[in-house]
Every structure is written in C-alpha cells, then in structure tokens.
Nanobody, 126 residues
C-alpha cells in the first residue's frame, strides 16, 4: 500500500505557472506508475498526465499537452506536475494517483489507480 500527499496548489492568474508535488510513503515508490487527474465542480474526474516507473515514458491529455510536464524523483518518492500557460478552464482539484502495473501511453481511467491523494485546489483567474 502507498499513501499520497499533494501540495503546491493555489490561486494563479491566467498565463501563470504552478508546480504540484505528490509525495508517497509506504511501499516502494519506484514500482508504481504515477498519474495526475483533475476534477472541476460538477464534472467527472479527468486524466491529466502519467509517468512510468523509471520516468522515461509519459502520457498527457490533449488539453494539457505542451503546457504541463510530469516528472518524478524516485529518490525523493515524489512526482511533480509543472503547469504553465494556465487557463481558467484548468481550474480544478488536482489529485495524484498510484498503480502497480505496466505503463501504457494512452489515456488512463481513474479506475486503473487504486491509490489516491486527497487532492489540491488549483484556481486560475482570468
């Protein structure tokens, strides 16, 4: 089992940047595929990005490609989401998730991840 804690959310103006962090504790972090999802009020939880165990492979939702970057530091048990050129429609609760599985480069469903953090709010003002 792994426990996840996100940090780094906040209020930012459109066009700005934020970096989210998710720190894991518990079993071996480097064995997990890590993902970021987001959920806006009244909407379903959507896939944002994922990263393989080594960090060598990543996948992104089309809506964030070329603006967001996912990375990980296995020595620090932490996965990051660098968000740039933020838009008001990026406003949501962002959650990290972990899954002990083989990485694939497609869109992930929330049900593929058994472990979740509590989420951190990101608000982008226009």
């Amino acid at each position: 089992q792994v426990q996840l804690v996100e940090s780094g959310g906040g209020l930012v103006q459109a066009g700005g940047s934020l970096r989210l962090s998710c720190t894991a504790s518990g079993r071996t972090f480097s064995g997990y595929v890590m993902g970021w999802f987001r959920q806006a009020p009244g909407k379903e939880r959507d896939f944002v990005a994922s990263i393989s165990q080594s960090g060598g492979s990543t996948a992104y939702a089309d809506s964030v490609k070329d603006r967001f970057t996912i990375s990980r530091d296995n020595a620090k048990n932490t996965v990051y989401l660098q968000m740039s050129s933020l838009k008001p429609e990026d406003t949501a609760v962002y959650s990290c998730a972990a899954a002990y599985k083989v990485f694939h480069s497609g869109t992930y469903r929330p049900t593929e991840f058994p472990y979740w953090g509590q989420g951190t709010q990101v608000t982008v003002s226009s």
